[in-house]
């Protein structure tokens, strides 16, 4: 059983830090692609960071490259998302997910992504 767990959210203030954190468990790191995704009520979910299953560079969407850096500690099968210099525009709901499918490694494939954990809240303040 997969299972997926984040923690971390909180309000900051324009020009903050927070670092999110999944613990995961339940499958083979190896076989699945992983990734942070976010969504604001009424609008689309959007894939913020994903990782594929090859160990290839992670993609990050482009409203967040240079500022949020994903990492893993595969002793802990821990994913965590270091942001900075977060900005009133990154409010949202944030989830970690994961999927076995192919075709997975792109930041629109969440409906690809069986796997959700319940979600962390981020609100940056202005």
């Known amino acids: 059983q997969v299972h997926l767990a984040e923690s971390g959210g909180g309000s900051v203030q324009t020009g903050g830090s927070l670092r999110l954190s999944c613990e995961t468990s339940?499958?083979?790191?190896?076989?699945?692609?992983i990734g942070w995704f976010r969504q604001v009520p009424g609008k689309a979910r959007e894939g913020v960071v994903v990782?594929?299953?090859?160990?290839?560079?992670?993609m990050y969407a482009d409203s967040v490259k240079d500022r949020f850096t994903v990492s893993q500690d595969n002793a802990r099968n821990t994913m965590y998302l270091q942001m900075n210099t977060l900005k009133p525009e990154d409010t949202a709901m944030y989830y970690c997910?994961?999927?076995?499918?192919?075709?997975?490694?792109?930041?629109?494939?969440?409906?690809?992504?069986?796997?959700w954990g319940q979600g962390t809240r981020v609100t940056v303040s202005s």
């Open positions: 990782i594929g299953r090859s160990g290839a560079s992670p």
């Open positions: 339940g499958y083979s790191r190896s076989s699945y692609c």
């Open positions: 997910a994961a999927s076995s499918r192919s075709f997975c490694f792109r930041l629109e494939a969440d409906s690809l992504y069986d796997y």
